[in-house]
């Protein structure tokens, strides 16, 4: 017989979704339990770790996951001149980053079950829950919150996957000279996304991000490669490449996080930007939004209150979000006619937004 136990609030995943919204639940008063499989939070660390300047001042969590300050974006686009905008930003250790998010949804009353895996839902508001011991765990909540990443469990439980995954592929490697900016550049061979190259200190975290061709073969680590080396005989990087990590990146339309009790948040949603890739920041965001209105319907006890965050995220997200997307779509239809889509569907240029 699995142990039973019962909480407000069950949130699955500790990455900066899940541990915005178990913050902010924990903070409203709300009984938050919260499972991870992983035995460490944040690691391994599979992110290039830029965050926008204006995440840190939404937070309060200290700031020593922070390695550099980055002030401008850089595109790069073959035979064009160099494109640079102001985009003022941070790198920072993703795993420390997690970690503090974590630390402070633990001391606002959240109780954190790591290398514990959410496997099972056995009824509405009854989560199977398996622990490192090999013990099963059985949780009754009124609210569940999936924040278990691109392919959420929670998700699958209600019928909300994700249909449109880019891969990534990034390694670290030395940097010759300090950056104080993040570079993007443009080839036709990464189709319908870029290689990035994003100083951390004295080393750099190089990959790439890309839209698969169905039913073509595509070597990721070898474009990899070829990016990297284009990048040393620019002589920008030096040295082997080392911490080689991939993942995966959401790149969906809009559409509802809220299902009766269970509510998405993070790369769960497809909150993701379908044209950058980042979502550190909206997992936050939305995390936050996710946590507060869970806490609400626990409290009151009426679940149809969850809805707001579905409308409080639109509110915030869709206009931006449905924009990206739709760049999203012309790029990849209109690649063969690089690099002009590229102008017309990248955030650095004016006809981005147009
Ligand atoms: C190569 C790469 C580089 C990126 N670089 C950037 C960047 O520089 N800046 C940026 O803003 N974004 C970046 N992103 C995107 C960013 O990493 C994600 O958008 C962000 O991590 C989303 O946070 P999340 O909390 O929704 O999900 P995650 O960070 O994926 O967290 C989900 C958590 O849920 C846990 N989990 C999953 N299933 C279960 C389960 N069944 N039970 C218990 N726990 C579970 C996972 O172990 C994980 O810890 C990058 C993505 C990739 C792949």
Redesign the pocket.
């Known amino acids: 017989m699995p142990d039973k136990a019962s909480c407000d609030i069950l949130v699955?995943?500790?990455?900066?979704?899940?541990?915005a919204a178990a913050l902010a639940a924990a903070q409203r008063g709300a009984n938050v339990w919260l499972?991870?499989?992983?035995p460490v939070?944040?690691t391994p660390v599979?992110?290039?770790?830029?965050?926008p300047a204006l995440l840190l001042g939404r937070l309060d969590i200290g700031t020593s996951f922070v390695v550099q300050r980055t002030e401008t974006m850089k595109t790069v686009l073959p035979g064009e001149p160099v494109r640079e905008i102001r985009a003022p930003g941070f790198v920072i250790n993703r795993d420390v980053f997690?970690q503090s998010l974590i630390r402070a949804a633990q001391n606002a009353g959240c109780r954190v079950m790591p290398a514990?895996?959410?496997?099972r839902r056995v009824d509405d508001q009854t989560v199977l829950l398996k622990g490192s011991s090999g013990r099963d765990m059985e949780i009754r909540a009124a609210v569940i919150i999936g924040?278990?990443?691109?392919?959420?469990?929670v998700g699958r439980w209600v019928g909300a996957v994700n249909r449109r995954l880019l891969p990534?592929?990034?390694a670290t490697l030395p940097l010759t000279e300090p950056m104080d900016w993040t570079e993007v550049h443009f080839t036709p061979e990464i189709y319908a996304g870029y290689g990035w190259l994003?100083p951390k200190g004295n080393v750099a975290n190089v990959?790439i991000?890309l839209k698969k061709t169905p039913g073509r073969a595509c070597n990721l680590r070898r474009l990899l490669g070829g990016f990297i080396d284009r990048l040393r005989n620019e002589g920008k990087v030096s040295g082997d490449p080392a911490r080689y990590?991939?993942?995966?990146?959401p790149a969906e339309s809009v559409r509802p996080a809220v299902y009766g009790n269970v509510a998405l948040?993070?790369?769960?949603a497809g909150?993701?930007h379908p044209i950058t890739?980042?979502?550190?920041?909206?997992?936050v965001i939305c995390?936050d939004m996710a946590g507060k209105w869970a806490a609400r319907a626990a409290a009151s006890g009426d679940l149809s209150l969850l809805k707001q965050y579905d409308v409080q995220w639109h509110d915030f997200l869709e206009t931006a979000h449905d924009r990206a997307f739709r760049r999203r779509i012309d790029m990849e239809a209109g690649w063969r006619d690089f690099p002009e889509i590229v102008k017309s569907c990248w955030v650095a240029f004016r006809d981005y937004y147009a």
């Open positions: 699955v995943g500790a990455g900066p979704a899940g541990g499972a991870e499989r992983k939070v944040g599979r992110c290039a770790e830029y965050i997690d514990t895996r959410v496997c924040a278990d990443g691109p392919h959420s469990t990534g592929i990034q994003f990959g991000g990590t991939a993942g995966w990146i948040a993070g790369d769960a909150q993701t890739g980042a979502g550190i920041a909206n997992a995390g």
